[in-house]
Every structure is written in C-alpha cells, then in structure tokens.
T-cell receptor, first 118, second 113 residues
C-alpha cells in the first residue's frame, strides 16, 4: 500500500525566508503527487500536482515542488515566505496503477503547519 | 453558485445518537469522497463513490454509512455516534480522472459528547 510521510508537523520561518516542506512517498511505482493547502476553517485547496510531464512543478502563490524518483521525494518550496502563506500543508499521493472505481482516491500525509513570523 | 456545500458546519451530538452530515455538489462530478481530519493523522478516507449507487469503503469505514441516490448528494451517517468520531469531516468531489484535483467543502466539525 502506498503511504506519504511529511517530515515535521510544524515549520516556522521568517517573512522573506525560504520555505521548505518535506514529503516522501512509498509506492511500488511512481505515483501521482499533490500538495494541498488548508487555511483556518476552510477545506483544502490544490497548490500543485505532479503527473510525470515535468519533474519540477510550479503551482499557485509562488510555490513549486520537485519530484525526485531516486529519493522518493516531492518537497514543496517557496523562495520568499509571505505572512499569507501561514496555513497547513498536505502532501498526497494517488496510485497510478489503480483502476476501476478507485480513481481519485488520495492518501494524505499528516500535514505540516507553516508559521510565518514578521 | 457552483461548488460543494456541507451542512451543518458545526454539530454537537450525544453518544449513541444517529447523525447525518450532508454534502451537495453542483459540478456533476462523478466521484465523491468523505474524509475525516484528526490531529496527527492528516485526512483519512471514510467512504467514496464512483457514481450514483456505487459506493466503496475507504481506510476507516466502521461506524459510518453512506448512500448516493443522486449524483449531486453524498450524505454520511453515523449510525450510533461514539466519542472517537469527534472530528472534522470533509466532503470532496472530482471528475473521473486520476490527476484531477479534489474539490473540498468547508467541513463539518462534529463533537460527540
């Protein structure tokens, strides 16, 4: 079974600093990978996704992630943090090999809360 | 407005009572999902549905029942609520495509006393 591990349940950065949120997956074949963001009292929103077209994926709000097969990783980065980036971030994986009625099933990591200090 | 709506936003119920959480989407998406969110566990899939009248269990289905008689609605019922079911519940939908994103509702915060 596939799984996702997010290293660090809390990450704190200063405004303007680099944001790095770590995600590692476990899957027999390279899966589809996603990053979602959740703002307080809201549902999750898609930040970006990897579907094998390119290993470096750009998303909304200046975020990007790089798929590294050799490291089974899909870390999320942003060069310069903004106060509005404070939220919880979830990495998720979809099984590339699944078919039938299992389309769209995602397995989520435990989440990383990002705090941005002035 | 188009979107996915969950109701109620907040619910307090007593142990042993039946409670139903509602989910309605206006996109005519084939797939719908129920997740629960708990500290330290991220989101865990309870049930999902590939189309009307087609449902299947996810990772944590015990104590929950779903139905999908219409494409746009996917209610989740707790038959006899327990304290361990205190959680935030999210409904989501997507088109029939492995790479399409899930569209989430704003969640229902359920407290079982």
């Amino acid at each position: 079974a596939q799984s996702v591990t997010q290293l660090g349940s809390h990450v704190s950065v200063s405004e303007g600093a680099l944001v790095l949120l770590r995600c590692n997956y476990s899957s027999s074949v390279p899966p589809y990978l996603f990053w979602y963001v959740q703002y307080p009292n809201q549902g999750l929103q898609l930040l970006l996704k990897y579907t094998s077209a390119a290993t470096l994926v750009k998303g909304i709000n200046g975020f990007e992630a790089e798929f590294k097969k050799s490291e089974t990783s899909f870390h999320l980065t942003k060069p310069s943090a903004h106060m509005s980036d404070a939220a919880e971030y979830f990495c998720a994986v979809s099984d590339r090999g699944a078919g039938g009625t299992s389309y769209g099933k995602l397995t989520f990591g435990q989440g990383t809360i990002l705090t941005v200090h002035p | 407005d188009a979107g996915i709506t969950q109701s109620p936003r907040y619910k307090i119920t007593e142990t042993g009572r039946q409670v139903t959480l509602m989910c309605h989407q206006t996109w005519s998406h084939s797939y719908m999902f129920w997740y629960r969110q708990d500290l330290g566990h991220g989101l865990r899939l309870i049930y999902y549905s590939a189309a009307a009248d087609i449902t299947d269990k996810g990772e944590v289905p015990d104590g929950y029942v779903v139905s999908r008689s219409k494409t746009e609605n996917f209610p989740l019922t707790l038959e006899s609520a327990t304290r361990s079911q205190t959680s935030v519940y999210f409904c989501a939908s997507s088109i029939r495509d492995r790479v399409s994103p899930l569209h989430f509702g704003n969640g229902t915060r359920l407290t079982v006393t």
